[in-house]
């Protein structure tokens, strides 16, 4: 554990440098093919920093929030797009603090939290807590632990059983590994930052779950990088209506890679493409309802209460049966909870050293 702590901080630091160096590059080269020649050794570098940790959870962790999402953001940095490029000028904090962790600072509001000049340290940061911790976000926290507590019975569980249990807990670990950072960027920068999940448990079809409640920063990313671009140039061919489709469908794929290559981090084996298959359906599903609410009006519509538990429950079934199988067969659930039995000891053993 010592070990991996150690190897976390070098690549913190690994992490530091690079985006300092992306950060002056905004200021001697303009945008485009020739400020993106010179991000390339930085996007190489983040690829292939998961490949440092034997850690599964940290393999996950890097392999989502820097190898997929920063790379992506300093892309749209490339051409001058946000959240790196704004109409005010980041700091180099600012600039590092949003590149390397999934937030994404509003823009066309007022940033600054504002609070009494009277309120003592306490009271400030109570608020500031109240304001980014919200009951999602502790529900979350809460079935976390209640998962964590019954893979002590894993070994009687229905493996069908088992797999639900593994969604919850790897679901309940995004939100956490987005929502704790979000909370410490609002504490050290004082900034209003974009929702990154909007009750997801409520979403009433497909669409109104991947594009409007669930992992918000991935949507926004994607919607710059792939989206808006393939069907602004399919556009010319098929029109804007159909064009819709194809770039939709180009962006779960997308999607679907980057999970394959985050999953190839944390189990070192080549893909069995099952994950790429779940957001290959997801995206067809999608398409269809799009569509098919186009055609059909108000016909389509269901009673809110009835579309929620028909979308619920089918990511209830796609999600363990293809989005997170591969963990599974793989051992990497038993590798990660060896990691958080291994976490709870150094933790101890660190405050007795302290007391």
């Given at each position: 554990?010592d070990?991996?702590?150690?190897?976390?901080?070098?690549?913190c630091?690994?992490?530091?440098i690079s985006?300092s160096?992306?950060y002056?590059?905004?200021?001697?080269?303009?945008?485009?093919?020739?400020?993106?020649?010179?991000?390339?050794?930085?996007?190489?570098?983040?690829?292939?920093?998961?490949?440092?940790f034997?850690?599964?959870?940290l393999?996950?962790?890097?392999g989502?929030?820097?190898?997929?999402?920063?790379?992506?953001?300093?892309?749209?940095?490339a051409?001058?797009?946000t959240?790196?490029?704004?109409?005010?000028?980041?700091?180099?904090?600012?600039?590092i603090?949003?590149?390397?962790?999934?937030i994404?600072?509003?823009?066309?509001?007022?940033?600054?939290?504002?609070?009494?000049?009277?309120?003592?340290?306490?009271?400030?940061?109570?608020?500031?807590i109240?304001?980014?911790?919200?009951?999602?976000?502790?529900?979350?926290?809460?079935?976390?632990?209640?998962l964590?507590?019954?893979?002590?019975y894993?070994?009687y569980?229905h493996?069908?059983?088992?797999?639900?249990?593994?969604?919850?807990?790897?679901?309940s670990?995004?939100?956490?590994m987005f929502?704790?950072?979000?909370?410490?960027?609002?504490?050290l920068?004082?900034?209003?930052?974009?929702?990154q999940?909007?009750?997801?448990?409520?979403?009433?079809?497909?669409?109104?779950f991947?594009?409007?409640?669930?992992?918000?920063?991935?949507?926004?990313?994607?919607?710059?990088?792939?989206?808006e671009?393939?069907?602004?140039?399919?556009?010319?061919?098929?029109g804007r209506?159909?064009?819709l489709h194809?770039?939709?469908?180009?962006?779960?794929l997308?999607?679907?890679?980057?999970h394959?290559?985050?999953?190839y981090?944390a189990?070192?084996?080549?893909?069995?493409w099952?994950?790429?298959?779940?957001?290959?359906?997801?995206g067809v599903?999608v398409?269809?309802?799009?569509?098919?609410k186009?055609?059909?009006?108000e016909?389509?519509?269901?009673?809110?209460g009835?579309?929620s538990?028909?979308?619920?429950?089918?990511?209830?079934?796609?999600?363990?049966?293809?989005?997170?199988?591969q963990?599974?067969?793989?051992?990497?659930?038993?590798?990660?909870?060896e990691?958080?039995?291994?976490?709870?000891?150094?933790?101890?053993?660190?405050?007795?050293?302290?007391?």
């Amino acid at each position: 554990m010592d070990e991996e702590l150690k190897l976390f901080f070098k690549v913190c630091g690994t992490v530091i440098i690079s985006l300092s160096y992306s950060y002056l590059v905004s200021s001697t080269i303009p945008k485009g093919i020739m400020r993106l020649l010179t991000l390339v050794p930085i996007i190489f570098t983040f690829l292939v920093i998961p490949m440092f940790f034997s850690s599964v959870t940290l393999q996950l962790f890097s392999g989502l929030i820097i190898a997929w999402l920063a790379n992506f953001k300093l892309l749209l940095f490339a051409f001058g797009k946000t959240p790196l490029s704004t109409n005010s000028s980041l700091t180099l904090l600012e600039f590092i603090l949003t590149t390397s962790l999934p937030i994404w600072i509003k823009q066309h509001k007022s940033h600054t939290i504002k609070r009494k000049e009277t309120s003592s340290f306490p009271i400030k940061t109570i608020y500031l807590i109240d304001s980014s911790v919200d009951y999602f976000t502790n529900i979350r926290g809460l079935i976390w632990l209640l998962l964590m507590y019954l893979y002590k019975y894993s070994e009687y569980m229905h493996p069908l059983v088992f797999r639900v249990v593994y969604s919850f807990h790897m679901n309940s670990c995004v939100v956490l590994m987005f929502r704790l950072p979000a909370l410490m960027v609002r504490l050290l920068l004082r900034k209003e930052l974009e929702p990154q999940f909007d009750n997801p448990h409520l979403s009433t079809s497909l669409q109104n779950f991947w594009g409007k409640r669930w992992n918000l920063m991935a949507s926004r990313i994607l919607r710059s990088t792939i989206y808006e671009p393939v069907r602004f140039h399919l556009s010319q061919l098929l029109g804007r209506r159909w064009a819709l489709h194809p770039a939709l469908l180009a962006t779960f794929l997308v999607s679907g890679l980057m999970h394959e290559i985050i999953y190839y981090y944390a189990i070192r084996r080549w893909p069995t493409w099952e994950v790429l298959l779940f957001f290959t359906i997801n995206g067809v599903l999608v398409s269809i309802e799009i569509e098919a609410k186009k055609v059909l009006g108000e016909k389509w519509s269901l009673q809110p209460g009835k579309s929620s538990m028909l979308t619920i429950g089918f990511l209830l079934v796609s999600t363990p049966w293809l989005c997170y199988s591969q963990l599974i067969k793989s051992g990497g659930v038993v590798k990660v909870l060896e990691e958080y039995v291994s976490l709870a000891k150094w933790a101890k053993h660190a405050l007795r050293f302290i007391w």
